[in-house]
């Protein structure tokens, strides 16, 4: 067994001139789900071409399930599932001949289609032709088609980008159960929120190198703020702020001095969101 | 891996005929090719156009000349010219089968029993069977006019006999089929432009499957899809009864080349619009040859650099002269290498669009 699942080492890659990856290097251990952050333009895609197969890196390597990919592309591709960003589905086919067709590349034994579409909540609809589905049946097709081979590495490409919150939750809950079964996961995406409720650790990356990677927890402890916001209701009627600092020494007293003296509406925790994090260290935001 | 091969020709078969373009254009065609085909004169025209000028006449004798019920004038059409030269334009224009130029003093030379001398102009197509009878009347005639034997010569001037005369239809057939095989090309292409516009070759190339497998699907798709076509379209037509191996054997190889020149306009095009305008392109070119079955005169020693043409010749050849192997063996080389040749190069600049 590969102690790691994926491990990217060194990865560099150039578009002409452009140095699109600029040595990259990092290992996503198996079971975990990482997710890669950056904004357009950073790397994310190349990296991920790379680590599929797509591309061939101009130097360094791509080793997944212990085997250099561009060795072995093929062997690899057997055992990953791939998510793309963009919609790739034979529009004319129904959703039931997509899979088959696809169980049939990878040799699927005894594949019940019917299975995995009452998974992805496509049951009932698996006559129609796809260029007939909205966006987040397409989306939630595509999952169903990257978890034909139960992969053992998974590679998904914004899953929720554009999704209504029905749809998003269903990806959600179908990546929650891949990472539950064993599966590796890099999930890039733009969406902070969906990143830190998915990804045991997040990797940064901004113009070609991975700034940070650490788990969403340590990020905010590292650079978030330790204190709660207090929203309380004055006299008048008007809302106010209070800020109360979590590790000074009397900050028992002001929370207890808070909840006696004054009306309490809510109470929030100061620490930073992931964009704010990223923010602070790459001085740009995650959809510029 | 066949596996995979047979799992991506099933599916472009479906595709082929979701596409309703295609399969409408593929169905039509062929059900309009088989009709330009059976309403073809199945028979060679026998009506024989003759021309003749009498020198000194100009002017003087022009027109259709009346001629009798009887049976040497049956099917027999002669005009007049008041000229040499128009005559001479007219018969290579392929208007009339032969001309005669009559000699100003010919008739009263034959009437004093001195030898003459004629000069008949053929048409390039020509059959040799009717210059032999052309031939073998004006000499009896003149003969037998002078009282004689031996007095009249006969100089033919002008193109080559053929061989043997050919109803239109069997004519046109290698046309017909050069031209479904060419519209097959863009059937081809437009799969391959689709799997690439649409991103479904980047979702399939993720899976075990390989490049090369990939491009062998598509390659059995156009091989297989030109080939039912065109082999109908010969069974049909009654032909492939003249050697069923040797013009299977012609039309499998034809459709490499077919197969190679669709990956190539695959790997040039960037949608179905461009597909459609190297695909005209690459007809017209690739029809030039066949065009010559239907118009002899306009041959020309160029074509066989047209790949098309050991294609167009062969099936020419053997479905129409039942032309054995051994004859035809130059021509199915030729094509082997330069349709495999296509095939590779095709596949290699697919292979850098793929990159």
């Known amino acids: 067994m590969a102690q790691y699942a994926v491990s990217a080492q060194d990865l560099t890659y150039r578009y002409g001139d452009l140095l699109a990856v600029d040595h990259i290097s990092f290992d996503i251990p198996e079971g975990e789900v990482l997710g890669f952050l950056g904004p357009n333009g950073a790397g994310k895609s190349t990296t991920v071409k790379m680590l599929t197969g797509q591309l061939r890196p101009a130097s360094g390597k791509a080793v997944l399930l212990g085997k250099d990919i561009a060795q072995n592309t093929n062997a690899v591709q057997a055992h990953i599932g791939v998510l793309f960003e963009t919609t790739n589905l034979y529009e004319q086919m129904n959703a039931v001949e997509n899979l088959t067709l696809f169980a049939q590349l990878f040799g699927v034994k005894n594949f019940n289609a019917l299975t995995l579409l009452e998974k992805v909540g496509l049951g009932g609809r698996e006559k129609e032709r796809v260029a007939n589905y909205s966006k987040g049946m397409k989306q939630r097709l595509m999952l169903a088609r990257a978890l034909i081979n139960s992969p053992r590495v998974l590679f998904l490409d914004e899953p929720t980008d554009g999704l209504d919150p029905v749809s998003s939750q269903t990806v959600h809950a179908l990546i929650r159960e891949a990472a539950q079964n064993g599966t590796t996961v890099l999930l890039t995406t733009h969406d902070m929120v969906e990143a830190d409720k998915l990804s045991n650790r997040v990797a940064f990356i901004n113009k070609g190198k991975i700034v940070v990677l650490d788990t969403p927890a340590a990020l905010k402890q590292a650079y978030g703020k330790r204190a709660l916001r207090v929203e309380v209701q004055a006299a008048n009627g008007a809302t106010e702020i209070r800020e109360v600092t979590l590790d000074a020494d009397d900050t028992p007293q002001k929370l207890h001095d808070l909840f006696q003296n004054e009306r309490v509406i809510t109470v929030h925790s100061e620490e930073a969101t992931l964009e704010d994090i990223f923010v602070k260290i790459t001085g740009r935001g995650l959809h510029g | ?355």
């Not at chain 2, 004169?41 to 000028?53: K, M, N, Q, S």
């Not at chain 2, 098309?308 to 082997?336: C, E, K, M, Q, W």
């Open chain 2, 1 to 355: 891996m066949i596996r995979m091969i047979a799992a991506l020709v099933r599916k472009d078969v479906k595709l082929f005929f979701r596409n309703q373009f295609f399969a409408l254009i593929t169905l039509l065609g062929l059900a309009f090719y088989l009709l330009v085909y059976f309403m073809l004169p199945a028979t060679v025209e026998e009506r024989l156009p003759f021309a003749i000028y009498v020198e000194g006449m100009a002017g003087g004798l022009t027109g259709t000349l009346p001629l009798g019920e009887d049976e040497l004038s049956d099917g027999l059409t002669i005009v007049t010219f008041d000229s040499q030269a128009a005559l001479i334009a007219a018969v290579e224009k392929g208007d009339y089968l032969a001309g005669l130029v009559l000699p100003a003093d010919a008739l009263a030379a034959v009437r004093r029993a001195e030898p003459i001398s004629l000069s008949l102009y053929y048409a390039p197509a020509t059959p040799l069977e009717v210059r032999n009878a052309l031939n073998s009347v004006l000499t009896a005639g003149f003969n037998s006019f002078a009282g004689v034997a031996g007095v009249t010569r006969v100089t033919e001037v002008l193109g080559q006999p053929v061989d043997a005369p050919l109803p239109l239809r069997d004519r046109v057939l290698p046309t017909l089929v050069l031209t479904i095989l060419a519209v097959e090309i863009m059937g081809l292409a437009t799969l391959i432009v689709e799997e690439v516009e649409h991103r479904t070759a980047q979702a399939v190339l993720i899976t075990p499957l390989g490049t090369p497998q990939f491009f062998a699907s598509k390659a059995v798709m156009g091989i297989g899809l030109a080939f039912v076509q065109v082999f109908a379209i010969v069974a049909i037509s009654g032909k492939l009864a003249a050697d069923p191996l040797l013009i299977t054997l012609t039309l499998l190889i034809g459709c490499l080349l077919i197969t190679g020149i669709g990956f190539l306009i695959a790997a040039l095009s960037r949608d179905m619009m461009s597909v459609i305008g190297w695909g005209m392109l690459v007809l017209i070119v690739l029809a030039l040859p066949s065009f010559t079955l239907i118009f002899p005169n306009i041959g020309s020693s160029w074509m066989m650099y047209i790949p098309s043409y050991y294609l167009v010749d062969t099936l020419h050849r053997t479905i129409n002269f039942s032309a054995p192997l051994g004859d035809v063996a130059p021509n199915l080389l030729a094509l082997l290498i330069i349709g495999g040749g296509t095939l590779v190069i095709g596949s290699f600049a697919l292979r850098r669009r793929f990159a």
